[in-house]
């Protein structure tokens, strides 16, 4: 089998899809204001900051394929998710809800989902240097997904919701 399909194949990625899953039943069993939830609140105050600067490092510090666990970067991003549903108006919620976070976070996930590929193998033959290509290929997704978004998303979502007429009334108004 193919090291590509082995590393993105969804059967390979069951891990971090139970941890999600599993932190989410975490949060939904918790009463709020009880022991469990003020002892998770304490251990998110310290472990929010650590986890934002544990996965900022892994970006640029771990190489793929050759992780350390793709398990053990999605703890290190289940506690920080963690401490933000535990933390709503904390620091780490601060800083990820500042506008130049916010906007971007808003407007264009989608189209960074579909140009990052992309725009990484592009670069992979022509940059060798890792932490290089990761912030070129940041710089650039960011430009395609911004780009995408105003001259493609935005005009298609602003004519779906200026309300289509039915296609039998445009019919009848043509035969008039």
């Not at 960074?112 to 992309?118: E, G, K, T």
């Given at each position: 089998?193919?090291?590509?399909?082995?590393?993105?194949?969804?059967?390979?990625?069951?891990?971090?899809?139970?941890?999600?899953?599993?932190?989410?039943?975490l949060?939904?069993?918790?009463?709020q204001?009880?022991?469990?939830?003020?002892?998770?609140q304490?251990?998110?105050?310290?472990?929010?900051?650590?986890?934002?600067?544990?996965?900022?490092?892994?970006?640029?510090?771990?190489?793929?394929?050759?992780?350390?666990?793709?398990?053990?970067?999605?703890?290190?991003?289940?506690?920080?998710?963690?401490?933000?549903?535990?933390?709503?108006?904390?620091y780490?919620?601060?800083?990820?809800?500042?506008?130049?976070?916010?906007?971007?976070g808003?407007?264009?996930?989608?189209?960074?989902?579909?140009?990052?590929?992309?725009?990484?193998?592009?670069?992979?033959?022509l940059?060798?240097?890792?932490?290089?290509?990761?912030?070129?290929?940041?710089?650039?997704?960011?430009?395609?997904?911004?780009?995408?978004?105003?001259?493609?998303?935005?005009?298609?979502?602003?004519?779906?919701?200026?309300?289509?007429?039915?296609?039998?009334?445009?019919?009848?108004?043509?035969?008039?």
């Amino acid at each position: 089998m193919p090291l590509g399909r082995l590393y993105n194949g969804p059967h390979t990625r069951a891990n971090e899809l139970l941890i999600g899953c599993a932190l989410a039943l975490l949060f939904t069993c918790i009463r709020q204001g009880s022991v469990l939830h003020g002892l998770l609140q304490a251990a998110a105050r310290w472990g929010a900051p650590l986890a934002a600067l544990a996965l900022a490092a892994a970006v640029f510090l771990v190489r793929e394929p050759e992780t350390p666990g793709p398990t053990a970067l999605s703890l290190v991003a289940a506690v920080l998710i963690g401490s933000l549903v535990l933390q709503p108006a904390g620091y780490m919620a601060r800083v990820l809800s500042h506008p130049w976070l916010a906007g971007p976070g808003r407007d264009l996930p989608y189209g960074m989902y579909l140009w990052h590929i992309p725009v990484y193998l592009l670069l992979m033959p022509l940059i060798p240097e890792l932490p290089v290509r990761i912030a070129l290929t940041a710089a650039l997704t960011v430009l395609l997904a911004a780009a995408s978004f105003h001259l493609v998303e935005r005009p298609l979502l602003r004519w779906a919701t200026e309300g289509l007429e039915p296609a039998s009334s445009a019919a009848k108004a043509t035969r008039a």
